[in-house]
């Protein structure tokens, strides 16, 4: 694909790549409407704040007067004399600070197994975290079992202990990682789980580690609630490309805002909500853990760990809104606990991981996954693009693509990987999974469903499995799994299979914003966009204000997939339409005109591209992509399939007067065929009754 940039280049954006625990990291000045961006947060704010303010400002005293019995009148006599003229509760605050470090670091019983809240709310996050405005960060002190469940975004580092979000552990010496709390998603909860195991005093460690990050009072509040098995953490506000970019979009200006349901249980006016977080109290639920669900990750870390011949190969399916995805992100942050990668195989067309959606991918994960997926986006090791949300038009195509993608994974590599399938679990949904099931050596098979559900996928065990149909395979068939059986008089290798009940109630009914299934595609779609914008901060910049590359007509095919379109109006549909970019095995010959496929073969895809306009006078495409120009010589290719841009992108063109670019006013939406074609999904064919 030879491209290049039309008069002014477009300047390579440097990776923000995580520095070390210590590092500087430069961040641009936060503004205090980081946190109330909505007009209700700022009005239970206010309402708040003047609230506090007509309490009795009348000191009383914390706790009841102590007897002098046990000290000397001279001691008496000297710690009286030398409060230094401060007030009976400043002078105490100092007596307890002085105590506990007379102490050096001998805890009591009474104090090492104090019973603090569960969950931080208001009062005691008052209590254990301070935040210095001048460096814009906060520290907080959490002892084990505590949990912090917010809304919004920020880094995390652990400076002592260790913390647990999604199944991943957090320690001390790690470096800095972003945490992603949308409303369109489950509130994220930062869990403390237990201290050092060094032999460190851990006063002294702590007062250490708080003279790096807070000033002198805040020092000293802070460490009067250190104990044995505290965990100290650093936040610090989050501002990336991805987030700017999303920002700027009315209709998600509130993304990382509480939902109308958690105002009232948020916590306005602590010391983190200058920082983009937003706590929430206990009658708001995190993320419910079943004890199936322990087990099943038990399980599989065993396997991991060398339990099991060969690696782990995990296949997770089960019906809609039970909690795939969710769960995927929980399994593959706790294996990257015990080793450095996952492999990851992404089977679901509509609610991809890393990707937009229509693609099915292969990618090792190196990072935690501590958001949903439009925040982790990323160019995986190898793609194809499907160009649908749903397999149902071409089910031969999906089940060859994902095996295209399977023979590219190493045979001999040992690292662990996940399979995500779609919820589609009956009819042909089913036999695809039987399908995959013999295609892959899959070593455990975790189903999720609801206990109370009636439309349950039934359990696909072994003995399910021999006798079950597949749309490509029928029984008895032969498993990947009998590969590896060295002799054949030693019985077959099988799998585990296990199933895990969800609390997940799904999304009907509740007040999260943003949680359709056709909003979190735009979602990965606009994230992936965002790759776009400089890392530098600065104001967005709007896509039709970027520099695109120039593709000449006779460089690169051009085809359609599961569509069929006539030669003379395949310009038309691909314009200003979001394209695959992609690899074909032979060279692609031009006779002086446009290169145009009437098939379009299954092939590698190295990403997407906003095809944002066609010059038929000089024969060139317009293309936008953050796809490296390195890799970008490769491509040959632009398939267009049913994924469309957002149409936010569209309609806030910015810098325009008059009508808008792709944009018409002009369309009557009552003439017939004029409106969405309606899809009734629940008619059986005569194949899928039993």
Not at 188 to 201: F, H, K, P, V
Request: proline share 7%; hydrophobic share 35%; charged share 20%.
């Amino acid at each position: 694909m030879k491209a290049k940039k039309v008069t002014n280049s477009k300047s390579s954006a440097t990776s923000q790549k995580w520095k070390d625990v210590r590092g500087k990291r430069c961040r641009p000045p936060i503004s205090s409407s980081h946190l109330n961006s909505t007009p209700v947060m700022v009005g239970v704010i206010k309402d708040h704040k003047v609230a506090m303010k007509k309490k009795p400002a009348v000191k009383r005293l914390k706790n009841k007067p102590k007897p002098v019995s046990g000290k000397s009148a001279s001691q008496t006599k000297s710690f009286t004399n030398g409060n230094m003229g401060l007030d009976s509760d400043e002078f105490q605050d100092w007596e307890e600070y002085s105590q506990s470090v007379q102490m050096n670091g001998l805890e009591t019983q009474g104090a090492t197994e104090d019973k603090h809240p569960c969950r931080l709310d208001g009062k005691s996050l008052h209590q254990c975290a301070e935040r210095d405005d001048q460096r814009k960060h906060a520290v907080l002190v959490m002892h084990k079992g505590q949990t912090l469940c917010f809304r919004g975004k920020c880094f995390l580092t652990c400076l002592y202990g260790r913390v647990e979000v999604m199944g991943f552990t957090i320690e001390e010496g790690q470096q800095s990682y972003p945490l992603f709390s949308p409303a369109s998603h489950c509130p994220l909860t930062i869990t403390a789980t237990e201290g050092c195991d060094d032999s460190r005093d851990y006063k002294s460690a702590a007062t250490e580690i708080l003279c790096n990050y807070l000033p002198a009072a805040s020092q000293k509040k802070l460490l009067k609630k250190v104990v044995t098995n505290s965990s100290i953490i650093l936040l610090e506000p989050m501002e990336i490309p991805l987030t700017r970019f999303l920002s700027s979009f009315s209709n998600l200006s509130t993304l990382f805002d509480p939902t109308m349901g958690e105002l009232l249980s948020a916590v306005p006016d602590t010391p983190l909500n200058g920082l983009g977080m937003i706590p929430l109290v206990d009658s708001i639920e995190g993320l419910k853990v079943s004890p199936s669900c322990r087990a099943s990750l038990d399980a599989v870390v065993s396997a991991c760990r060398g339990d099991m011949d060969g690696c782990a190969v995990v296949l997770v399916y089960g019906a809609k809104n039970v909690g795939k995805s969710t769960y995927i992100r929980m399994v593959i942050n706790t294996l990257l606990n015990h080793t450095t990668s996952v492999d990851y195989l992404e089977a679901d067309l509509g609610q991809t991981e890393f990707t937009p959606a229509g693609c099915l991918s292969l990618l090792t994960v190196r990072e935690p996954l501590l958001g949903p997926p439009f925040t982790h986006q990323r160019d995986p090791d190898h793609m194809v693009y499907y160009g649908e949300s749903s397999c149902q038009s071409d089910l031969s195509r999906y089940l060859e693509s994902l095996k295209s993608l399977w023979h590219r994974r190493s045979s001999s590599r040992e690292t662990p990987i996940v399979i995500n399938t779609m919820g589609w679990v009956k009819g042909f949904g089913l036999q695809l999974l039987v399908d995959m099931l013999r295609f892959f050596p899959v070593s455990h098979v975790i189903q999720l469903a609801h206990a109370d559900s009636t439309a349950q996928c039934p359990a696909l065990t072994p003995e399910f499995l021999r006798t079950a149909q597949g749309f490509q395979t029928h029984p008895p068939a032969q498993t990947a799994l009998d590969e590896f059986t060295e002799n054949t008089q030693s019985p077959p290798l099988t799998y585990v299979h296990m199933t895990i009940y969800s609390d997940f109630g799904g999304c009907q009914g509740t007040t999260t914003k943003h949680q359709r299934s056709n909003e979190l595609r735009e979602l990965s779609v606009l994230a992936y966009l965002s790759q776009l914008q400089s890392a530098d901060p600065g104001p967005v910049r709007p896509l039709h204000s970027l520099t695109p590359y120039q593709v000449p007509h006779t460089d690169v095919a051009l085809g359609v997939i599961h569509f069929d379109v006539a030669p003379n109006d395949m310009f038309y549909a691909a314009n200003s339409s979001l394209v695959g970019l992609c690899v074909l095995a032979e060279k692609v010959t031009s006779k002086g005109g446009p290169v145009l496929l009437s098939q379009a073969p299954i092939c590698p895809c190295v990403g997407l591209g906003v095809l944002r306009g066609i010059d038929m006078a000089r024969g060139l495409y317009f293309v936008l992509t953050p796809v490296n120009p390195a890799v970008l010589r490769k491509v040959n290719c632009l398939l267009l399939g049913a994924t469309s841009l957002p149409s936010c992108i569209l309609t806030t063109q910015g810098g325009f007067q008059g009508e808008l670019p792709y944009v018409t006013s002009e369309y009557s939406f009552e003439l017939t065929g004029a409106g969405k074609l309606r899809v009734f999904k629940g008619l059986q064919r005569p194949s899928q009754m039993h």
